[in-house]
């Protein structure tokens, strides 16, 4: 009763009074104060409001409880709330002192395992604010808040299995009364990988399809309570570290067949056929929390490499790992990065196709290569994660000049290239730790013959002479324009080796003299002259 002669300044008194009675979610003034692991990462995933009576209103609510869905609540006050939602439009700058409705009222999910430094960028998507405006300009609710918080905006996941045991594998779903409810067959491989829409905190059960029929008396191969949006390797690709045959052969023909191809592609959409750019702060946010929550074994499998493949990572020497992306996790991001790589080729796209994670790791190499012609126009590379890596790994391009850039890349950086005619690849082996990567493509708007149009009008001409070029810095200083070329539109990346390739041979002739046995060798060709220096 004393509730409704209370003013709205009074509202501090009340909180704390619940608080004691352990009904209301703790309030916070500082992101700090949210709980990070050792990582600096969020240690648990939150349900977060504004403070006040937003926070009286929500915490009242039966159908959202503090725990459900394995997310924390908390009410946001001051500096917290203003770094979260301050940015959105028609926000007020501080907590609503009164709240008759949830529509007077925001939330979001912050997802665990985000980086403290972006913690107060989740995606658009995980916001939740009362509705949109209709024709007459009156708010209409869209989705109501307890639906939001059980939608894949929050509390629902997608969560994927693999299966690399030698038998189809029974998945149940372990119901709340503890009784196991058969979901599907799992049968073996990446193609077959599965993914379910669950909730955290959800269990399952993965059994053995042989030798009984009642799968639940065969062996239970894996258990797990659903953490996060993800995917699990029930054992793992078996890769042969058996030293390649004929290597230098295969690699020789291969780059000469990635040669030919890269002349085929008639279209160019920049003037280097790359640039260097940054994800924004809630695409990092997303990608580096659903890596970081997958970052390990069974999470993280071995790629599907197999001679099949070819050579164009050494997975017969060094670890070669994957982890897959959600279904629609992987749209959300494919959009956005669409948006972003759209800007950069000054063309609508088509979204065609969206690769795992990639981790390589030490002594990883990738031969140059150009990607599939009909899907690969407009792509991007965005570097996730590094772990220990002491020397900088560059990314090799070539340009419509065939002249060679190296970028340097930190995590969050991204690099767009014209993948089916940039000729691409890392061939100095990763000199330690992991570095992983995601890649993604996109193609002119229904137009998979691209590759053979003439640019169009206002398309930015092919950067070709640019004068005489000197190494003015150092010879292993990367992406600071270690290389002064007359025209300066050349950029920063420029190699500081200065090699351009004429041939598939020289690009076999630059595998050999980056690689790990040549390191000590003097060089023939091209390559050779400024590495002896
Ligand atoms: C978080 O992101 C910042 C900015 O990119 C980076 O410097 C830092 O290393 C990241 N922290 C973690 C724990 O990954
Ligand atoms: C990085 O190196 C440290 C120290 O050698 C080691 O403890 C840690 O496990 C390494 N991390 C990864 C991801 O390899």
């Not at 939740?128 to 989705?143: H, I, L, N, S």
């Not at 119901?175 to 073996?188: I, R, T």
């Not at 993800?230 to 078996?238: R, T």
């Not at 002491?390 to 391009?397: A, G």
Request: with cysteine; glycine share 6%; charged share 25%.
């Amino acid at each position: 009763m004393r509730a409704a002669v209370i003013k709205p300044t009074l509202f501090l008194p009340l909180l704390s009074l619940l608080t004691d009675h352990g009904h209301a979610a703790p309030t916070i003034l500082d992101l700090a104060d949210l709980p990070f692991n050792e990582d600096n990462r969020l240690a648990e995933h939150i349900f977060a409001y504004p403070a006040g009576a937003c926070a009286t209103l929500i915490d009242s609510d039966k159908t959202m409880k503090d725990g459900h869905h394995g997310h924390k609540f908390v009410a946001l006050d001051g500096e917290a709330y203003n770094d979260v939602f301050g940015h959105l439009q028609d926000v007020p700058n501080s907590p609503p002192t009164t709240a008759n409705s949830f529509h007077d009222c925001l939330a979001v999910c912050l997802e665990k395992g985000t980086n403290q430094s972006v913690v107060a960028r989740p995606l658009p998507h995980r916001y939740w604010q009362y509705g949109e405006k209709d024709d007459e300009g009156e708010m209409v609710e869209v989705d109501a808040i307890n639906s939001f918080f059980g939608s894949d905006s929050c509390g629902r996941v997608e969560y994927g299995f693999v299966n690399y045991h030698t038998n189809p594998i029974k998945l149940y779903w372990i119901d709340f009364d503890g009784q196991p409810k058969f979901n599907q067959v799992l049968g073996v491989g990446e193609r077959q990988t599965s993914f379910i829409t669950t909730f955290v905190g959800h269990k399952f059960q993965l059994y053995d399809s042989m030798p009984n029929e009642d799968a639940l008396t065969n062996e239970m191969l894996y258990e797990v309570i659903v953490p996060n949006a993800g995917v699990v390797g029930i054992k793992n690709f078996a890769v042969s570290h058996i030293p390649e045959e004929g290597l230098e052969d295969k690699v020789r023909q291969t780059l000469n067949t990635e040669w030919t191809r890269h002349l085929k592609v008639k279209r160019t959409f920049s003037p280097l056929g790359f640039s260097k750019g940054r994800l924004p702060d809630d695409m990092y946010a997303s990608m580096g929390a659903f890596y970081y929550n997958n970052r390990n074994p069974p999470n993280k499998v071995h790629e599907e490499w197999t001679k099949m493949k070819g050579v164009f990572v050494n997975y017969w020497e060094t670890d070669c790992n994957f982890i897959q992306i959600p279904w629609r996790l992987k749209k959300r991001w494919q959009k956005r990065l669409k948006e972003l790589t759209e800007v950069w080729a000054g063309v609508e796209l088509d979204i065609t196709d969206m690769y795992g994670m990639r981790e390589y790791t030490q002594g990883a190499r990738l031969l140059t290569h150009v990607d599939r012609v009909t899907t690969h126009a407009a792509s991007m590379i965005v570097n996730i994660a590094q772990e220990n890596v002491t020397k900088p790994w560059t990314v090799e391009v070539h340009d419509h000049a065939d002249r060679l850039h190296e970028v340097v890349m930190e995590p969050g950086d991204i690099v767009y290239y014209e993948s089916a005619k940039a000729l691409h690849g890392r061939n100095t082996p990763l000199y330690s730790g992991n570095y992983i990567n995601l890649f993604t493509h996109y193609r002119p708007l229904g137009d998979p013959e691209w590759y053979t149009r003439d640019n169009p009008e206002n398309t930015p001409e092919p950067l070709m002479d640019v004068g005489e070029c000197r190494l003015t810095g150092q010879i292993d200083e990367y992406s600071h324009g270690a290389v002064t070329c007359d025209n300066n539109a050349i950029g920063p990346h420029l190699s500081p080796k200065m090699f351009t390739a004429n041939s598939g041979e020289d690009l076999f002739l630059w595998w050999k003299s980056v690689g790990p046995e040549e390191k000590e060798s003097k060089i023939v060709g091209e390559v050779s002259s400024r590495e002896e220096l």
